[in-house]
């Protein structure tokens, strides 16, 4: 079992930052492959973001690209998010996942640890 509580959300203005961090229990946290997705009101939750052991390699949803990195410390079993330049649509709630790696598997879906998401509101 993991647990991911996710936090950093918030309000924003247009064009400004912020840095979401999503911390794991567990002591295998290097073994799984973390996610953030987005869920905007009355839409389906998708993927922002997605990395293996260390984020050498990433996908990224095309409306991202450029403006959200993601990263993680395994020592602190942290992820991170990223986000710059932010843009009304990126309002929504933000979600941390998690699954074990398995080598040629997507990253893009097949999570089954979530968080309880952290609410990041982008003002224009």
């Known amino acids: 079992q993991m647990q991911l509580v996710e936090s950093g959300g918030g309000l924003v203005q247009a064009g400004g930052s912020l840095r979401l961090s999503c911390s794991a229990s567990?002591?295998?946290?290097?073994?799984?492959?973390m996610g953030w997705f987005r869920q905007a009101p009355g839409k389906e939750r998708d993927l922002v973001t997605a990395c293996g052991w260390s984020c050498g390699s990433a996908e990224y949803a095309d409306s991202v690209k450029g403006r959200f990195t993601i990263s993680r410390d395994n020592a602190k079993n942290t992820v991170y998010l990223q986000m710059n330049s932010l843009k009304p649509e990126d309002t929504g709630a933000y979600y941390c996942?998690?699954?074990?790696?398995?080598?040629?598997?997507?990253?893009?879906?097949?999570?089954?640890?979530w968080g309880q998401g952290t609410q990041v509101t982008v003002s224009s």
């Open positions: 996942a998690a699954k074990r790696l398995v080598y040629g598997d997507t990253l893009s879906s097949g999570y089954n640890y």
């Open positions: 567990g002591r295998t946290f290097s073994m799984y492959a």
